[in-house]
């Protein structure tokens, strides 16, 4: 299990927890505890929080880092990483020892949201979702305790409007969201004479549904032996078809990769990854899947949707292949979402603190910030 058995028992959601609440006071710096699992280089979920913490940080705010880590790994190596590849130069605790009081005190997953609850550190509870994680369990005691965390009366920050909207409904959560931001600085169309590969982000992971996407490119390699197939995420061997096998890459290593590529296969089964908006920047066509979530969270109409079977999926692989049009739709596809950035996403959740804690705005001053970040696309929660 990812949460110890003392703190689930020590969670009486019949009894909710009343966290004093710091209240902030003119000209004072804010305080964000971020509860987390220890990260591994590349995290997907560590590189989002990561980013909005640099946001933070940048106005003013004083962000620590929080450990929980049920299985005692070594914490030094995972705080190197948290310095060396996230780049946060700030606080680095273990929630083992003692967590202090802060305006705001972040679950970012949900065994971390047990141990939110239970703390006695004073500071408004946040619940940061990037997915729905019942989801990640089959129906077992896991998932219901991941479940049960939304039931803790946090104030949920989702990443797109489908997990808020979820939240809201079946859980009576109140949740805000920000959309997906693409980091055009790493990933651009590089304007190839040629294309000639597929890219498939591979990860042995039920929620990205591996076993679907194998099948989907042993139909399309049948198909189309001339296509190149690119794989990245997990080393993936023994397969029955050819592919090139880049193995985990950089943001820089992969925007090649995308360059090469028609399409891509990206497979999402719960919330959308971040893959989709980095192929399209680089003018590689998404294929995903069909699903609410999927067309809810991207919103741009150079995705391309499939129903969940092999043999649709490669069809749609190999109709953006044989497109007579594919030059030009590939540099539209690539414009088309260089205007969502990580900046927007970082101001919708700072908004969301302002509003939450009541920052009195001469704080702005205070720290050194004008105030003049325009997020006013960004404050309502309903906008998806």
Not at 327 to 345: L, T, Y
């Amino acid at each position: 299990m990812p949460v110890r058995t003392s703190d689930v028992i020590a969670a009486d959601l019949a009894s909710p927890a009343n966290h004093a609440e710091w209240q902030a006071k003119p000209g004072e710096e804010i305080v964000v505890n971020w509860v987390m699992s220890p990260p591994a280089p590349g995290s997907g979920g560590h590189t989002t929080v990561f980013r909005m913490i640099r946001y933070l940080e940048e106005r003013g705010y004083i962000n620590r880092v929080y450990f929980y880590d049920p299985y005692r790994a070594d914490h030094q190596y995972y705080e190197s990483i948290v310095h060396d590849y996230y780049r946060f130069e700030g606080h680095v605790g273990n929630v083992d020892d003692t967590m202090e009081d802060a305006h705001a005190v972040v679950a970012t997953s949900w065994p971390t949201a047990y141990l939110v609850y239970n703390a006695r550190s004073a500071g408004k509870r946040f619940y940061f979702v990037q997915d729905f994680e019942p989801f990640f369990h089959p129906v077992s005691a896991a998932s219901i305790l991941a479940e049960n965390t939304y039931r803790m009366g946090f104030h949920a920050i989702t990443a797109g409007g489908w997990l808020a909207e979820k939240l809201r409904t079946q859980f009576g959560m109140v949740a805000d969201h920000f959309d997906f931001g693409c980091d055009t600085s790493y990933y651009r169309d590089q304007k190839r004479s040629k294309r000639d590969g597929i890219a498939y982000y591979a990860r042995r992971d039920a929620r990205r549904g591996y076993e679907l996407g194998i099948m989907a490119l042993e139909i399309l390699a049948k198909r189309r032996p001339d296509i190149n197939i690119h794989f990245y995420g997990d080393q993936i061997s023994n397969l029955p078809f050819q592919v090139v096998d880049h193995g985990w890459a950089t943001p820089s290593q992969l925007n090649d990769i995308y360059n090469q590529c028609f399409a891509g296969l990206s497979l999402s089964l719960t919330n959308v990854s971040l893959v989709p908006h980095e192929m399209l920047a680089a003018g590689c066509i998404p294929v995903v899947n069909e699903a609410e979530h999927n067309r809810i969270v991207l919103n741009n109409s150079f995705v391309r949707y499939a129903q969940p079977t092999p043999q649709a999926l490669a069809a749609e692989l190999e109709a953006i292949a044989n497109d007579p049009d594919f030059s030009a739709i590939s540099s539209d596809a690539s414009r088309s979402v260089r205007s969502a950035s990580w900046e927007q996403a970082g101001a919708s959740v700072e908004a969301v603190f302002r509003r939450t804690l009541r920052l009195p705005s001469d704080r702005y001053v205070a720290n050194g910030c004008d105030g003049t970040t325009d997020i006013s696309a960004s404050m309502n929660a309903e906008s998806l």
